[in-house]
Each structure stands twice: as structure tokens, then as C-alpha cells.
């Protein structure tokens, strides 16, 4: 990607996203450099490599600006020191292209977010470029599923005869009296969040199996049945309705407990999916009038924003989180 050297200095807002990129896409090497040794399909194995691609090409382009700036490259992750490329499998082929696919619309969404706080034209060029890229890794690996079969579409909805407005205050209801139908923006969330918290549950059992420490172990398995009962949560309201529920992913990951990923590597990763839950829980308590619905995405957020807080001091007790882009301590200057 060739940009027009800039005279002016990166905002915060600049700085910040692109360190995250770097982060999340040189954690991503790892884990994609390892799928792609370990797969066996073809097809499959094309996208890994996109995607790979895509990856490499980010932390390359974040690290010319960033030295062309002066500014520090954050240490991310290595694979020679957070991965074994040559490790047995630990998911299968199915489990890979869902975890691709999430991975392009996670990117889309990180993207779209910091593109508008993108300035200076080199930062929004990149921010432009890689939803592009996340639009087309998110096509690529949605023909795959649906030519394998593997796709799982969200309910649908009948088509009403006209449209109407909401007549009774108890379309907001919800603990007592009758419970209307869930809308199709509700049904939307309860869904993905189902689908979002299925596959991270099989990611946190894979991971749970392959980890060096004791209290890293106790903290994925205590996320695996953190995931769970929201699925479950999200279910009950999904059948409430007489609707559906996505499928589990728990049987995509192989009895493999050789070491594959650093701990370091999978406790950022597992927080990294908590904070986007946070985000995704959020939005979906915005989107639901329902007030027993809003209520229990309250009650969600809570409880993962208590096992966030036990992640961050795990990976601060070791030494493994990386400060962040941050401002100037000014009463800690003043001492010196």
C-alpha cells in the first residue's frame, strides 16, 4: 500500500486504532499460520490463506507508519514464541472457516469504527482499505458455508399484509402479563449473540485443553460455562417465540493437549472476545423495547464484565498485557 508522506502528527483516536489493528492482526498470524498448516480441505485452506494475507499485510503497513513516525511498534505477538505451527489439530476444518468468517465481520465492525476518526490520508486510506478486505473475506467464506452446507441462516420472518403501528403500551412489556412476540431486530441479537457465544465456547474448551497454567485453565473453563448459559439464555427466549436456535460447535474441537498457543496468546484473545461482547450486548439492550430483554443483557454485561476484570489481573500478574497508546501522566512528571 503506497501512501504520500504527511507532515501532520496522528490524532489519538489515529494512534490508537492502529495499534489495536496491530495487536489483533498479529495475533491473528498466529493462530491463521496454524490453521493453515492443520487443514485439510482445499476451499478452506484459500480463505485461511486470504486471510493470512490480509494480516501480514496490516501489521506491515502499521509498522512503516509507525517508524516512519517515531512511534514505538508494539511487541504484539511472534510465532516463534506464541504458537506451534506444528502442533496436532485442535479444531477441525469447520470450526476454521466459522472462525474466519466471524473474523471478517468482527474486522468490519473494528473498521467501521475507526475510519470516521481516520484523518490524516494515509490512516484512512488503510481503515479503507481494510473494510474492503473484511467485506470480501466475509463473501469468500459465506459461499463457502453455504456450497458445503454449512451455513446457518437466521429465522425468518412471515410477510405481514400492511404496515401498522403499535397500538398498547404493553409492546414494552415484558416480566408481567402477556408477552408479545419478539421483533425482528431482537430476534436478530439473540441470535448472533447465540451463534457469537456458541463458537466461543468451542474456542474456550479448545484452549482450556492446550493451556500451561493452572489458574489460565480455571479461568477459560469458567468462560466455556460462562458462554453456555448465555446460549441458553439467548435460547429460551428464542423458543418463547416458537423460533429456532443456532447450532453448538463443541464437537469441532479434537482431544488434543499438546502445546499449541502461548497462554499469553489466549488470554488476550478470550478478553479481547469479552470486550466485544460487552460492545455487541450494548447495542443489542439499544435495540430491544422489550424491557425484560433489556434487563437481562443488563444482567449479562455485569457478569462478563466481572470475568474481564479477573482476566486483566491474571494477564497483569504475568506480565503479558501491553500498555495501550495512553496520555501523559502530568502530576507523575511533576514529581520528577
Known amino acids: 500500500m503506497e501512501f504520500i508522506q504527511q507532515n501532520v502528527k496522528l490524532t489519538?483516536?489515529?494512534?490508537?486504532?492502529?495499534w489495536a489493528t496491530y495487536m489483533?492482526?498479529?495475533?491473528?498470524?498466529?493462530h491463521l499460520k496454524y490453521y493453515l498448516n492443520t487443514v485439510e480441505d482445499t476451499e478452506i485452506k484459500s480463505?485461511?490463506?486470504?486471510?493470512?494475507?490480509?494480516?501480514?499485510s496490516h501489521v506491515n503497513t502499521i509498522?512503516?507508519?509507525?517508524?516512519r513516525e517515531g512511534y514505538p511498534v508494539p511487541h504484539g505477538f511472534k510465532l516463534n514464541e506464541d504458537v506451534d505451527v506444528n502442533a496436532p489439530r485442535l479444531f477441525s476444518d469447520t470450526y476454521y472457516l466459522n472462525n474466519v468468517n466471524q473474523m471478517g465481520k468482527i474486522g468490519l465492525n473494528a473498521y467501521s469504527t475507526a475510519l470516521p476518526v481516520a484523518v490524516r490520508e494515509d490512516v484512512y486510506s488503510f481503515f479503507s482499505q481494510c473494510i474492503s478486505e473484511s467485506d470480501n473475506l466475509?463473501?469468500?467464506?459465506?459461499?463457502?458455508?453455504?456450497?458445503k452446507g454449512l451455513y446457518i441462516r437466521s429465522p425468518y420472518l412471515p410477510k405481514p399484509e400492511s404496515y401498522d403501528f403499535v397500538k398498547q403500551k404493553s409492546f414494552l412489556a415484558g416480566f408481567f402479563g402477556e408477552k408479545r412476540p419478539l421483533i425482528g431486530t431482537?430476534?436478530?441479537?439473540?441470535?448472533t449473540n447465540f451463534q457469537r457465544n456458541a463458537l466461543g465456547a468451542a474456542t474456550l474448551i479448545g484452549y482450556s485443553q492446550v493451556a500451561q497454567d493452572e489458574e489460565v485453565t480455571q479461568f477459560l473453563l469458567?468462560?466455556?460455562?460462562?458462554?453456555n448459559k448465555h446460549c441458553e439464555i439467548f435460547g429460551s427466549f428464542l423458543k418463547e417465540s416458537d423460533l429456532p436456535c443456532p447450532m453448538t460447535w463443541d464437537t469441532e474441537v479434537t482431544d488434543s493437549i499438546t502445546y499449541t498457543f502461548s497462554d499469553r496468546k489466549m488470554m488476550f484473545y478470550t478478553t479481547s472476545l469479552i470486550a466485544l461482547s460487552i460492545g455487541y450486548y450494548g447495542g443489542s439492550m439499544s435495540m430491544s423495547p422489550r424491557r425484560d430483554i433489556g434487563v437481562m443483557y443488563s444482567r449479562l454485561v455485569a457478569e462478563i464484565l466481572k470475568y474481564a476484570d479477573d482476566g486483566a489481573k491474571?494477564?497483569?500478574?504475568?506480565?503479558?498485557?501491553?500498555?495501550p497508546p495512553r496520555a501523559l501522566d502530568r502530576d507523575e512528571l511533576s514529581k520528577k
Open 138 to 147: 466475509i463473501k469468500q467464506t459465506n459461499d463457502i458455508l453455504l456450497a
Open 222 to 227: 469458567r468462560g466455556k460455562q460462562i458462554a
Open 47 to 56: 480463505v485461511i490463506q486470504y486471510a493470512l494475507d490480509i494480516s501480514q
Open 186 to 191: 431482537e430476534i436478530t441479537n439473540l441470535y
Open 24 to 30: 489483533n492482526d498479529s495475533g491473528s498470524l498466529c
Open 314 to 323: 491474571i494477564m497483569i500478574k504475568n506480565g503479558w498485557m501491553e500498555e
Open 63 to 67: 509498522t512503516e507508519i509507525f517508524t
Open 12 to 18: 489519538s483516536a489515529e494512534i490508537t486504532n492502529l
